[in-house]
């Protein structure tokens, strides 16, 4: 990450969960070097399935975890929405847009780390789509960097997509993969037993050939979505 000066990071994710499966370890290597890390979560996450229906004590259980979650990771600020599980797609797109506008307004953030648009949930996609208006390059944005992170059990399981994740961004997180898997264990309802790809060991088995890739013992890959620089890298 470099000697820069602490930098404002957004994560912007549509369930409770996503934002560690997609990139935990490099939340808490930002924190790690003193970066002010906000996560944004827009959707329930969990009324979508038939055995919870309506079920709003199982969702403060899951806010909680997230929020115990996000603690471990060092993040600053957790912002929870509460938009319906598996239905984002039926509110205006514009209404999205919005939502997400006011935070990036009101923290300015340098980098953000949101969805890939391959995944095969609908919300995820959703999410994506939102985030091209909202991270439109014009000339008074405080966003250089944008990066698509990759959801175990969302991004691989979309076997028949024309542009299936590619990363082209590789973070080093060998010495933080521990506080991401520790927090994911904070989501009760979530985790899963190997080998499921929520599960302790596929994170850790996931973080190691992505690390294999540039010859890094762990890493989280990222797809680049633009990256804007006044100087030459």
């Known amino acids: 990450m470099g000697s820069t000066p602490p930098r ?130 014009m000339a008074d944005t405080p966003v250089n960097h944008v990066y698509a992170f990759e959801v175990s059990s969302a991004t691989h399981w979309n076997f028949r997509h024309e542009t299936p994740f590619c990363p082209t961004v590789f973070v080093d997180v060998t010495e933080t993969l521990d506080i991401k898997i520790n927090a994911m264990k904070r989501y ?4 899963r037993d190997f080998p499921h790809p929520r599960s302790p060991e596929f994170l850790h088995a996931l973080a190691q050939v992505r690390g294999g890739q540039v010859g890094f013992q762990c890493a989280e890959a990222f797809e680049l979505v633009f990256s804007r620089m006044r100087d030459c890298p």
């Open 8 to 137: 404002n990071i957004l994560i912007v994710a549509a369930h409770p969960d996503d934002e560690v499966l997609g990139c935990g370890a490099t939340i808490a290597k930002h924190v790690a070097r003193g970066d002010a890390v906000t996560v944004l979560i827009m959707g329930q996450g969990v009324l979508a399935r038939k055995e919870v229906k309506d079920r709003r004590d199982l969702l403060e259980q899951l806010w909680k975890d997230a929020q115990a979650a996000n603690d471990l990771l060092g993040v600053h600020r957790l912002i929870l929405k509460d938009l319906p599980d598996n239905k984002i797609n039926a509110i205006p797109l514009l209404d999205i847009v919005h939502i997400i506008e006011e935070t990036v307004a009101e923290i300015r953030p340098s980098i953000i780390y949101t969805h890939h648009h391959g995944d095969v949930n609908i919300d995820h996609q959703t999410i994506s789509k939102a985030m091209q208006a909202v991270c439109r390059p």
């Open 188 to 191: 009760q309802s979530e985790i």
